[in-house]
């Protein structure tokens, strides 16, 4: 039997800018985000049948690869080469669509775990960069590549995505207490719901020949490079407000990415001494990051589920 489990990711600043249509117009998009201590875990195990066996929200047993509803198992399936005899089963920390980059933790872990099925240990760059090619290519899924690289590399990290398609990832060291204080001044909150992104990242890439809007994500990969700059230097308190600056810019991306609720609790958490935040994802619901000094006074008057987390460091 084998078990893998691959974190989710926190996003930061600078997120829509993995986009090819910005990267590729732009030069280069970046991102700063981490990886959290929530995860997937995907179990495989030798099925006793000539088969394939899958257990995740729902049960398939079939014949062969090609019969496969689910589109990223068939996929990574083909692409590792295994064609039957096999069962999958999926648990996750997190519920999907809630804007903790899911489904490519869901695509790193299963890589991760067929390749260690067939006795093979590859690198976290490469199962980012297969993953990418899975979803994105292959699937033609209309996300980015932020989340594929920060469930496979772990830590928090400033990403890079070139015109050429290479991808750089350097993390940011942080001394102990300067990460306790930044674990603790932030918090994940349940909105409620979950959604695709696909419809919001969709509108966003056409959004994207606005000039304005174009614009917008520009001032958000200066901003991922502040907040590297700031992290660097230890200077935490900097966070917030920077996270304010980012969401603001968002939301302006796209029509979903907010609504009245979202809205009315952000202005909630404000109002109750945080000093930024953003809606974490494509947008229109999930969890809403918060960074506060005091979440435990913050959390009695926001209504909201509270999910503190910590930074993963091993991807």
Known sequence: MIITRTPFRVS???????????YSKNGYGAVVSAAINR??????????????????????????????KHPIIRECLRKVRIERGIEI???????????????????????NA????????????????EACEIEIEILKEPIGKQD??????????????????TVDVSPILLTEPAKKKLEDSLCLYYTGGKRRA???????????????????????VELAEELRGVLQEENINAVGDILHK????????ASGISNEEIDNLY?????????GGKLLGAGGTGFLLIYSEDHKALGKHFGCKALPFSIDREG
């Open 114 to 129: 067929l390749y260690a099925y067939k006795g093979k240990i590859v690198s976290k760059e490469r199962l980012a960069a």
């Open 89 to 111: 089963a999926s648990f996750a920390d997190v519920p999907a669509g809630t804007g903790l980059g899911s489904s490519s933790s869901f695509t790193v872990g299963l890589l």
């Open 39 to 68: 995860y997937m875990y995907i179990v495989i195990h030798p099925y006793f049948h000539d088969k394939i066996r899958l257990k995740y929200s729902r049960t398939e047993d079939v014949e062969s690869i090609d019969d496969i």
């Open 267 to 275: 202005d909630k958490a404000m109002k109750c001494g945080a000093a």
């Open 246 to 253: 980012g969401w603001i810019y968002k939301k302006e991306l």
């Open 148 to 165: 594929q690289y920060a469930a496979a590399c772990g830590n928090i990290n400033y990403i890079r995505f070139n015109k050429d398609e």
């Open 198 to 220: 696909g419809d919001i990242l969709n509108e966003q890439k056409k959004n994207l020949s606005d000039k304005d809007k174009f614009q917008n994500l520009e001032k958000m």
């Open 12 to 22: 930061f600043a600078g997120g829509g800018s993995d986009l090819k249509e910005f």
